[in-house]
């Protein structure tokens, strides 16, 4: 793994895999580049890609925003607002983060793959950056408009208690977490050893919380996504708890010529028995390029 100086100050921790086509994948709130699993990127290389994961901005080992750190109500309180909310940095700040690592790799354009939040950064950079995105691919997020995949109302109280103020709580907290947003796949002891190499490489809840704030500080994006020309794909889990599957359909219906694929048995995850289907339809979005 390297660290890049990008031209807002800010370092990004980043690694490649692959000599192909360069594909950036940008991962959701809280999320170190290593949630993209190993195996999942061996397929992208194995489809001619040159794959890139990032550690986003507080996070993982990237940049700590100074910034104060929102309280769980404030948080709450966000997310509940029909309109954007004050914060540090929003994901449009985060898409040209993005776009400040292919500038360090000196890459003109890339494929680009983003899961959640992600997949909010990477809308921001086909908007914001056209001419550098060859191809975009969105995976359980939205389009911000507070309307559509937003939390299923069950959840939601359940999510306070589930903030982890400490590496001993967080591994259990994390754990419980996933259980309650993934689908029918979900892998407990899986998801544990993924928490325990998070925790071992970084434990940064104070960016979490600023990441939080940027979602809920972040504009609608449903009239610019009607601009995108970039091949598009929309993938989304039909038992998608965190981020409901009215998100998905929303990104698909602003995006003109998207292709939205949602599975039944994904949830706020990326299923392995899924991943040979997700990585074929990466490559088909790519090749319409």
Known sequence: MTAATIANGLTLEYDEHGDGEPLLLVMGLGGQLIAWPLEFVQLLVDQGFRVIRMDNRDIGLSSAIDAPVPTVRQLVLANLSPRPVKAPYTVDDMADDAVGLLDHLGIQRAHVVGASMGGMIVQAMAIRHPSRVASLTSIMSNTGDRRHGRVKASLMPKLPALVARSREEALDRG????????????????????????????????????????????????????????????????????????GGIATARAVPGSKLVMYPDMGHDLPQPRWDDIVAEIARTAGRS
């Open 175 to 246: 754990v419980e977490l996933f259980r309650l947003i993934s689908g029918p796949h979900f892998d407990a002891a899986a998801v544990r050893q993924l928490n325990e190499e998070a925790l071992a490489r970084s434990f940064r809840p104070d960016g979490v919380a600023r990441q939080t704030l940027a979602i809920a500080g972040s504009r609608d994006r449903t009239r610019d996504l009607g601009k995108v020309r970039a091949p598009t794909l929309v993938i989304h889990g039909l038992v998608d708890p965190l981020v409901l599957p009215s």
